[in-house]
Nanobody, 125 residues
Framework: QVQLVESGGRLVQAGGSLRLSCAAS????????LGWFRQAPGKERMFVAA????????YYEDSVKGRFTISRDNDKNMVYLQMNTLKPEDTAVYYC??????????????????WGQGTQVTVSS
């Protein structure tokens, strides 16, 4: 059974930085791409970033390109999201997600079937 536990969310001022962490267990971590999604109040859950199983390829939603960086540590079964130059519109619950299949990268909600509980990021103006 896959378990994903996010941490690191908090209140931060616009222009600030945060690093989110996600601890994974119950899967052969080094064989799975991982993703981050976010859900703002009253909105659908949206893709933010993804990383391939050996970190060779990363993917970003357009609004976070150049500001967010996804990374992973396969020795520690951890995935991270470094968020810089935060904006109020980045306010959301951030979720770590693992896909259904190993050795594949998908960027849509339907490609992922394991989710963490989420961590709240609030950016004040």
């Amino acid at each position: 059974q896959v378990q994903l536990v996010e941490s690191g969310g908090r209140l931060v001022q616009a222009g600030g930085s945060l690093r989110l962490s996600c601890a994974a267990s119950g899967l052969t971590f080094s064989r799975y791409a991982l993703g981050w999604f976010r859900q703002a109040p009253g909105k659908e859950r949206m893709f933010v970033a993804a990383i391939s199983w050996i970190s060779t390829t990363t993917y970003y939603e357009d609004s976070v390109k150049g500001r967010f960086t996804i990374s992973r540590d396969n020795d520690k079964n951890m995935v991270y999201l470094q968020m810089n130059t935060l904006k109020p519109e980045d306010t959301a619950v951030y979720y770590c997600a693992a896909p259904k299949w190993p050795l594949r990268v998908g960027l849509g909600l339907a490609d992922f079937d394991s989710w963490g509980q989420g961590t709240q990021v609030t950016v004040s103006s």
